[in-house]
């Protein structure tokens, strides 16, 4: 069964500091890729996604995500995040036959001014 | 544009009722999923409706289930409730099937059994 793993369960950065977030999978077909984030009050929102093609996709606020084949993994990354990126952030896998997302565990992310 | 909407925000039940979640899509939406999320963890698949019909189910008991009416909008029934039950509950709405279908999701109900 596919599953999704990010290792990082809370994360406490500064201002202008660089994020990477880990997100492995399990599936070893084509997969479907996404990263959602959740703000403070606020529904879950797609940041981006993976289907095929360049592994290096870009989202929304800055954004990007690598896909690596080889290491199963889609991490998340911002190069200077800023006290508004505080939020949850949800990697996805999309479950092929019907509109089904497998989620991690999610991972914390707090902003300090 | 309304986003999709989810009654109620907040509901209180004991051990041993029934509830019913609701859920209206974005306007056009023909799918409907919903998610159950423990505090905690990630969002887990229940169910899919499609076009009125289940497409999907997760590994839930037969307490849970759901329909999808001809508008579109969707309802979550669970009975014989347990604690553990207690959770957000999230429906996704879009516009077909598929990956490349983005899925939009409510607010939640937040579910809390005593």
């Known amino acids: 069964a596919q599953s999704v793993s990010q290792h990082n369960h809370h994360v406490i950065l500064s201002e202008a500091a660089s994020l990477e977030l880990g997100c492995n999978y399990s599936?070893?077909?084509?997969?479907?890729l996404f990263w959602y984030v959740q703000y403070p009050g606020q529904h879950l929102q797609l940041l981006l996604k993976y289907f095929s093609g360049d592994p290096l996709v870009k989202g929304i606020k800055g954004f990007e995500a690598e896909f690596i084949k080889s290491k199963f993994s889609f991490n998340l990354r911002k190069p200077s995040v800023q006290w508004s990126d505080t939020a949850e952030y949800f990697c996805a896998v999309f479950s092929g036959g019907y509109n089904k997302l497998i989620f991690g565990a999610g991972t914390r992310l707090a902003v300090h001014p | 544009d309304a986003g999709v909407t989810q009654s109620p925000t907040h509901l209180i039940k004991t051990r041993g009722q029934q509830v019913t979640l609701r859920c209206s899509p974005i306007?056009?939406?023909?799918?409907v999923s919903w998610y159950q999320q423990v505090l905690g963890q990630g969002p887990q698949f229940i169910f899919q409706y499609y076009e009125k019909e289940e497409r999907g189910r997760g590994n839930f008991p037969d307490r849970f289930s759901a329909r999808q009416f001809p508008n579109y909008s969707s309802e979550l029934n669970v009975n014989a409730l347990l604690l553990g039950d207690s959770a957000l509950y999230l429906c996704?709405?879009?516009?077909?099937?598929?990956?490349?279908?983005?899925?939009?999701f409510g607010d939640g109900t937040r579910l809390s059994i005593l």
């Open positions: 996704a709405s879009s516009a077909g099937q598929g990956v490349r279908q983005p899925q939009h």
């Open positions: 306007s056009g939406h023909k799918s």
């Open positions: 599936y070893g077909g084509t997969v479907n």
